[in-house]
T-cell receptor, first 114, second 112 residues
């Protein structure tokens, strides 16, 4: 069953702690993305990666870090430097074919900072 | 960089009526315009997209129109049904063709 899997679905964090959100895909997609969703603000791009071992900052990368050591995996770390980390985080993937195409999203991870 | 504005932020229609959501973009080089639907508690899913070489695309009750001169595109839903109730997002490519910039979303409510 092909798809994109995020974990955990819900996560609680104390202030000052780093947390890592997992994103795995078995769609053989080259590109992967992390978006943040806040009420009334749509989806904002945090980081994206077109190929293994390469990634670029999106519009709101401050306080976040990523790695792309494997094609299937694109974990996101929310660091203590992120001022307002409570949000819904969505991972996505797409085929890289020289043209923009459909994004396939995971079910999301909801992070709450206590 | 690319900026995508979406209106309205909320839209309430009677079942059977039509709904129209509009988006404007800033980068005249943009050539791909998708629409995503996100039902409550679920992931966004692509419902229709259009590329800049056409002005309109239809798929059953939904259609998207594109006006490249005015740099805006719209989603049209006809004969709305309660299951159309969701948040709809438009998007356009940013400074990389692999980087999509999303609008702020429209919450559509279809009243039975």
């Amino acid at each position: 069953d092909g798809g994109i899997t995020q974990s955990p679905k819900y996560l609680f964090r104390k202030e000052g702690q780093n947390v890592t959100l997992s994103c795995e895909q078995n769609l053989n997609h080259d590109a992967m993305y992390w978006y943040r969703q806040d009420p009334g603000q749509g989806l904002r791009l945090i980081y994206y990666s077109q190929i293994v071992n390469d990634f670029q900052k999106g519009d709101i990368a401050e306080g976040y870090s990523v790695s792309r050591e494997k094609k299937e995996s694109f974990p996101l770390t929310v660091t203590s430097a992120q001022k307002n980390p409570t949000a819904f985080y969505l991972c996505a993937s797409s085929i890289v074919s020289g043209d923009t195409g459909e994004l396939f999203f995971g079910e999301g991870s909801r992070l709450t900072v206590l | 960089g690319e900026n995508v504005e979406q209106h309205p932020s909320t839209l309430s229609v009677q079942e059977g009526d039509s709904a129209v959501i509009k988006c404007t973009y800033s980068d005249s080089a943009s050539n791909y315009f998708p629409w995503y639907k996100q039902e409550l508690g679920k992931r966004p899913q692509l419902i229709i997209d259009i590329r800049s070489n056409v002005g309109e695309k239809k798929d059953q009750r939904i259609a998207v129109t594109l006006n490249k001169t005015a740099k805006h595109f719209s989603l049209h839903i006809t004969e709305t049904q309660p299951e159309d109730s969701a948040v709809y997002f438009c998007a356009a490519p940013g400074d990389s063709s692999y980087k999509l910039i999303f609008g702020s979303g429209t919450r559509l409510l279809v009243r039975p």
